[in-house]
């Protein structure tokens, strides 16, 4: 089991920049890939950001390229979501996400989840 923990949420005026981090604990050497997620009430779960945990390759959704940037500490387990330029768009419930299978980047292909952070973006 792996268990993930984000942390860094809040309220920020468009044009801010937040920090999500999402901390792994347990059986993390069984992770390949770690990614981000966010969902509005009412619509489905979107698609943020990932990174493979062995070869640093990135993945990115359309709407975030060029602000977000994602990226890891290995050594504590640790993924980040650096979010700049924030808009009222982007207001949602973040989740980080984990598993085994390279380069995911749909919802389905990820099996350990955290409980979300909301991010807030005020106009």
């Known amino acids: 089991q792996v268990q993930l923990v984000e942390s860094g949420g809040g309220l920020v005026q468009a044009g801010g920049s937040l920090r999500l981090s999402c901390a792994a604990s347990?059986?993390?050497?069984?992770?390949?890939?770690m990614g981000w997620f966010r969902q509005v009430p009412g619509k489905e779960r979107e698609f943020v950001a990932a990174?493979?945990?062995?070869?640093?390759?990135?993945y990115y959704a359309d709407s975030v390229k060029g602000r977000f940037t994602i990226s890891r500490d290995n050594a504590k387990n640790t993924v980040y979501l650096q979010m700049n330029n924030l808009t009222p768009e982007d207001t949602a419930e973040y989740y980080c996400?984990?598993?085994?299978?390279?380069?995911?980047?749909?919802?389905?292909?990820?099996?350990?989840w955290g409980h979300g952070t909301q991010v807030t973006v005020s106009s």
């Open positions: 996400a984990a598993d085994r299978t390279y380069g995911a980047t749909r919802d389905y292909q990820y099996h350990y």
């Open positions: 990174i493979s945990w062995s070869d640093h390759s990135t």
């Open positions: 347990g059986r993390t050497f069984s992770i390949l890939t």
